[in-house]
């Protein structure tokens, strides 16, 4: 029971669940190449709204199987269109509110990622201070 507080206490802190990506942040990525933009919002969502440059679009549903280590780089890149980031490589998450995109990070510290970020703002934030 100890076991599982204190596991439960240390991802509650973890530093994933506290770093956010800001608008500026995001509006910069065409200039950072090295860090990679996902949003999890379904093709249904981006068809509606549209999506933020760079960003690629895994939905929520497929971010678990997306980066599990039996998700070879070559089976990512074919899905996504891009090589697979590494644990350790700068991950931006993002979706209409930044609930969702909070459960993707979630997820992929899980499994071992420890470089992300949320977008809080996500789509919401972006499309009204981009006037869309």
């Not at 990525?29 to 068809?47: C, S």
Request: aromatic share 10%.
């Amino acid at each position: 029971m100890c076991a599982l507080f204190f596991n439960w206490i240390t991802k509650l802190f973890s530093s994933n669940k506290m770093s956010i990506a800001t608008y500026e942040e995001v509006l910069d990525l065409p200039n950072h190449p090295e860090k990679v933009l996902i949003d999890v919002r379904g093709a249904d969502e981006l068809a509606a709204t549209g999506q933020i440059p760079t960003s690629i679009n895994i939905p929520l549903e497929q971010v678990a199987k997306a980066f599990s280590p039996e998700t070879s780089t070559e089976e990512f890149s074919r899905l996504y269109g891009v090589p697979k980031p590494n644990q350790d490589h700068y991950i931006i998450m993002s979706c209409r509110t930044g609930r969702r995109s909070q459960m993707a990070i979630d997820t992929i510290a899980d499994l071992g990622y420890t470089n992300a970020r949320n977008y809080k703002g996500s789509w919401t934030e972006w499309a009204a201070k981009q006037g869309l």
